[in-house]
Structure formats: C-alpha cells, structure tokens
C-alpha cells in the first residue's frame, strides 16, 4: 500500500505544471483613497510590474521597490486569484515596515489582472513568462 501511494505522489508530481505570469500597467495607473479614485495617464507615472505564479508566489512592484511574498490561490479553468496578507515593501526605508495586502485576480482568457494593493486598484495587461512541470 505505500508503494503504491509513493507512486501516486511522484505520478502527481509529475503532472503538475506552474504558470508564471508578468502584468504591466503601461496606458493607467489608477490610486484610490478617501473614497476616490484618480488616474494618470502614460508618460505621467512609472509602470508597475506584478509577476505572480499559480502557486501563489507574488511580487508586486512599484516605483522603488516590491512586495513579494506567498499568496492564497484560488480559482477555475479560467480565472485565478491570489490574496496575500501583509507583505512588507522592500527595500525598506522607513522606521516601521510598510506592509500590505496584495489581491489579483487574472483573468486566463483575456490575459489581463487586476490588482489592488496599497492606495492602487489597477488593471494590467499580461502574459504568460513560463510553464514549468
């Protein structure tokens, strides 16, 4: 019986396969606070970079540095979304660590994210870097 259980697991294994995924927000960026929102328009801010696997390992940047951590997947054949709790900016430069949640939900089909994280709620388009076994 645990042969055949070992042989189950390293079957599984096998067959697993992880998507890695990098979104950029090029055309908007869009921050939010105080029960507003505002946008700036390309040229007018520095494009974020989010790369995340189905895994749920996250790294969220934005203009000097990244949250990056270890998310919550959930998902179907054609949405997928991550909730990562306190993630702590890096580098930090202040007193305190600036933590924040980190949600994404990525759509497979269109091949675009949204992403809310600290005073942003932006969608970005994506593609796919790497599939792996």
């Known amino acids: 019986m645990e042969v055949v259980y070992a042989m189950m697991l390293l079957a599984a294994n096998a067959l697993a396969v992880v998507t890695t995924v990098n979104c950029t927000n090029a055309d908007l960026e869009i921050g939010c606070s105080e029960g507003r929102c505002y946008t700036s328009s390309a040229g007018d801010f520095t494009p974020m970079s989010l790369a995340f696997n189905d895994g749920g390992s996250v790294s969220a940047c934005a203009y000097a540095g990244c949250f990056e951590g270890q998310g919550r997947v959930q998902g179907d054949e054609r949405y997928l979304s991550i909730i990562a709790r306190d993630l702590t900016f890096e580098?930090?430069?202040?007193?305190?660590?600036?933590?924040?949640?980190?949600?994404?939900?990525?759509?497979?089909?269109?091949?675009?994210?949204?992403?809310?994280?600290?005073?942003?709620?932006?969608?970005?388009?994506?593609?796919?870097?790497?599939?792996?076994?």
């Open 91 to 133: 580098p930090n430069v202040n007193e305190q660590p600036f933590q924040a949640d980190v949600v994404i939900i990525w759509d497979r089909q269109d091949n675009i994210a949204l992403l809310k994280m600290a005073g942003y709620a932006q969608p970005l388009t994506c593609q796919i870097i790497s599939t792996e076994r």
